[in-house]
Nanobody, 121 residues
């Protein structure tokens, strides 16, 4: 994959929902969503196998609220975010890797430009 493009960020009130989308222009083995806010380290949010296999990974902080899914035919990966909290405010990035799958951001080779999510209390 050469590039990824995210969309779907925005501003919502706490308790609201947003759906992020990521489209890849080539093959991926795994696609993950990561987030980073000022002064904090990049955090893996969710990842899923988009090649062979069906593994899905979530950070503890989003389990039960976020759902990652894909449309293989369109090479799209989605992140449905429900029950949003102010602490979910961050720049969200889509990333892809050619082999393996996990939430470790250092293993992802291709990154999108990011989409901002703001959750107000």
């Amino acid at each position: 994959v050469e590039s990824l493009v995210e969309s779907g960020g925005g501003s919502v009130q706490a308790g609201g929902s947003l759906r992020l989308s990521c489209v890849a222009d080539g093959y991926t083995s795994c696609v993950g969503w990561f987030r980073q806010s000022p002064g904090k380290e990049r955090e893996g949010v969710a990842a899923m196998r988009t090649g062979a296999g069906d593994s899905i990974f979530y950070a503890d902080s989003v389990k039960g609220r976020f759902t990652i899914s894909q449309d293989k035919a369109k090479r799209m990966v989605y992140l449905q975010m429900n029950s949003l909290k102010p602490e979910d405010t961050a720049m969200y990035y889509c990333a892809a890797r050619r082999a393996g799958c996990s939430l470790g951001h250092t293993y992802f080779e291709t990154w999108g430009q990011g989409t901002q999510v703001n959750v107000s209390s």
